[in-house]
């Protein structure tokens, strides 16, 4: 498309442009969107496992000694911990 002066075809040249900016931002927040929920249940955050009743009794179980520092760490790995 040529540039023209006559009044019409320029406007025609801004919405091109403008119409261009705006998908490219439309695209940008759609992706961005995506990104943050497949993080969020995707299960990089997992608070429910932090008070579960399994890593309650492991943590009670290492306080009194049944189990050593290695054996607790391999189990609470084992959790999501």
Avoid: C
Wanted: charged share 20%; hydrophobic share 45%; no cysteine.
């Amino acid at each position: 498309m040529m540039w023209s002066w006559d009044g019409n075809g320029w406007w025609w040249n801004w919405w091109f442009l403008a119409h261009g900016i705006s998908s490219l931002l439309s695209l940008v927040v759609i992706i961005v969107v995506v990104i943050v929920l497949a993080r969020i249940l995707g299960g990089s955050h997992r608070p429910h496992l932090q008070n579960s009743p399994a890593r309650t009794i492991l943590e009670e179980r290492y306080a009194k000694g049944e189990i050593d520092r290695d054996e607790y760490l391999q189990k609470k790995q084992d959790l999501g911990g």
